[in-house]
């Protein structure tokens, strides 16, 4: 998966809880993005990041949090997990958008919270 | 924003061709893409293509695009089981992120 891990792979966790989902590439690439996957939606873009430090909302940012302090890490925050949140969570990285932006996936987090 | 519209669900035979259609909504969007989802994994770059061509083939796979009607299409010949995935649209709207449609499963029966 273009050298992107995601951690955990599952997860379950209990309404009101915080929960981070951590994003690592080692493609050096300056883009990347948290997505989440639900039956009827496909995929939507809950927050993006274009370089350290540097983040911005997606179509579906409320509830999340996002950080990036180092150029390899994406860490994606449910500052108080609800059952809405119960979704698959996919990483992915780009190396331009101003061009042609081609996304390269990680493998996705299952999340479920009761 | 508007969505990305995809057929939801299609089923051939190993052999046949199978053609999976997309409405998108920009006009002035640039790029195209076809995405494939394997069960259990992330997306996967199938193919893409600029906006000022009509059609672009890689191997099995065509992509046909129809700018007036905002139509694109993704046609596997000789499909196999091996296809059987689910296989996302996406626009790039400008200078913006990804729009994604919601997905084709596509089944191959032997």
């Known amino acids: 998966d273009a050298g992107i891990t995601q951690s955990p792979r599952h997860k379950v966790t209990e309404t009101g809880t915080p929960v981070t989902l951590r994003c690592h590439q080692t493609?050096?690439?300056?883009?990347m993005y948290w997505y989440r996957q639900d039956p009827g939606h496909g995929l939507r873009l809950i927050h993006y990041s274009y370089g350290v430090k540097d983040t911005d909302k997606g179509e579906v940012s409320d509830g999340y949090s996002v950080s990036r302090s180092k150029t390899e890490d994406f860490l994606l925050t449910l500052e108080s997990a609800t059952s809405s949140q119960t979704s698959v969570y996919f990483c992915?990285?780009?190396?331009?958008?101003?061009?042609?932006?081609?996304?390269?996936f990680g493998s996705g987090t299952q999340l479920s919270v009761l | 924003g508007e969505d990305v519209e995809q057929s939801l669900f299609l089923s051939v035979r190993e052999g046949d061709s199978s053609v999976i259609n997309c409405t998108y909504t920009?006009?002035?969007?640039?790029?195209l893409y076809w995405y494939k989802q394997e069960p259990g994994a992330g997306l996967q770059l199938l193919t893409y293509i600029f906006s000022n061509m009509d059609m672009k083939q890689d191997q099995r796979l065509t992509v046909l695009l129809n700018k007036k009607d905002k139509h694109l299409s993704l046609r596997i010949a000789d499909t196999q089981t091996g296809d059987s995935a689910i296989y996302f649209c996406?626009?790039?709207?400008?200078?913006?992120?990804?729009?994604f449609g919601k997905g084709t499963m596509l089944l191959v029966s032997p």
């Open positions: 996406a626009e790039r709207r400008g200078y913006s992120t990804l729009t």
């Open positions: 493609e050096n690439h300056r883009y």
């Open positions: 992915a990285i780009s190396s331009a958008v101003a061009t042609n932006e081609k996304l390269f």
């Open positions: 920009d006009s002035s969007s640039t790029y």
